[in-house]
């Protein structure tokens, strides 16, 4: 199995084999090209693993950071890794909108309203989007009727 940065060598070595036969090397140089673009995709789909990982990643880092209430780390995260903001709680049981909505905390939800990344219908695992549990668990008026005023969806 070829690794990656040796599939162009293999390739232009083979072509170069063929040099002494001018005709020959001619009519193969058209497999140079899909050894060159193979390369290239893989190239593009280890960019995108590792962005996948470092996503998971940055994702856990802020949701730490958000029940901790380290904004300036939040922001940091979520500056480099926008969709971390859609990060989900460590049992991947709510969204971070939804810690804070549990927490009664109108503080941590201003500060998310300041990303657009942020959903604030995004279910949990019962099924509540954060107004639903709010208005459903007792929460503050205060926090119910800011959700309703920053996009929540009453429906």
């Given at each position: ?13 083979d072509l ?5 036969f001018p ?6 140089d ?7 673009a193979?390369s ?11 962005s ?7 994702s ?9 209430k ?23 049981k709510?969204?971070?909108v ?12 201003k ?23 709010c ?5 503050s ?15």
């Open positions: 199995m070829l690794k990656r940065g040796e599939l162009d060598v293999k390739c232009g070595a170069q084999a063929f040099g002494t005709n020959l090397a001619r009519h193969l058209f497999l140079n090209e899909p050894c060159k193979f290239q995709r893989l190239d593009k789909t280890e960019e995108k693993l590792f996948h990982v470092t996503d998971l990643t940055s856990g880092q802020f949701v730490k950071a958000f029940t901790e380290n904004f300036a780390l939040c922001t940091k995260i979520a500056t480099a890794f926008p969709m971390a903001i859609r990060a989900r709680s460590e049992d991947g709510k969204s971070v939804h810690v804070a909505v549990y927490d009664n905390n109108l503080e941590s939800l500060f998310l309203a300041g990303f657009a990344e942020v959903d604030w219908n995004m279910w949990d695992s019962y099924g509540e989007t954060p107004l639903m549990r208005i459903r668990h007792g929460m008026d205060e926090i119910a009727c800011w959700l309703m005023e920053n996009g929540a969806d009453v429906d």
